[in-house]
């Protein structure tokens, strides 16, 4: 008798698809990275792609290497009294103690408090810089005739340069609101960000 012999019909090629690195998924000409987010045990993980962020332009870069400090609202205030008393030193030696110039550099030092008290004590900043102008302003307010005639003279450069020192709390208070707003609006995002993670269900893995 002859035998039947049976042929195993031979599996077709699956098409072979370019490698991709990992963590990243290709969809057409665009590239996102994959974040992935432990879950619960038991539950896997949570991978969801992340569009890829534009490279920051180099001012910005160069923005981010400056020193950063983030001082509390007692330490910020300290800095600018002691900023603008030594500036007002300088100013007496140097300028023969030109209000003018002591007012200019009263500005960056108003900025520089706005910009590097901590988050959390953002309100002081508005309040320091005034004090500090005040403080400062004594080396060249040209006051005579012991404790009450300093003090009246210290009192009279403040209403003649009241310009300088609305001047300077404005830009403290605009840069402090400035990061006020963007500190509401990023845990605003994280928040939502946390709200979607938590009400999104988690994907098995892959067998």
Do not use: C
């Not at 001012?59 to 983030?70: G, H, I, S, T």
């Not at 402090?176 to 999104?200: E, I, P, Y």
């Amino acid at each position: 008798m002859e035998q039947h012999r049976t042929s195993q019909p031979q599996g077709r090629r699956r098409p072979q698809t370019p490698l991709t690195p990992p963590g990243a998924l290709v969809e057409g000409a665009s590239v996102y990275r994959v974040a992935a987010r432990t879950g619960r045990p038991g539950r896997g993980r949570v991978e969801r792609a992340v569009p890829a962020g534009r490279p920051a332009p180099p001012v910005v870069l160069a923005l981010r290497r400056l020193p950063n400090p983030r001082l509390t609202g007692l330490g910020a205030g300290l800095f600018a009294s002691a900023a603008m008393l030594m500036l007002g030193f300088l100013d007496w030696l140097l300028l023969d103690g030109s209000p003018i110039v002591y007012g200019l550099l009263f500005l960056p030092v108003s900025a520089l408090t706005a910009l590097w008290v901590r988050t959390a004590d953002l309100v002081t900043a508005p309040i320091s810089v005034p004090i500090a102008f005040a403080v400062g302003v004594v080396p060249i307010s040209g006051g005579t005739g012991g404790f009450g005639g300093q003090a009246m003279a210290v009192v009279t450069a403040l209403a003649v340069h009241a310009g300088w020192l609305y001047g300077g709390t404005l830009v403290a208070g605009l840069i402090t609101s400035v990061r006020k707003v963007r500190d509401m609006g990023r845990r605003q995002r994280a928040a939502a960000a946390a709200a979607a993670l938590r009400g999104h269900p988690a994907r098995r893995p892959a067998p």
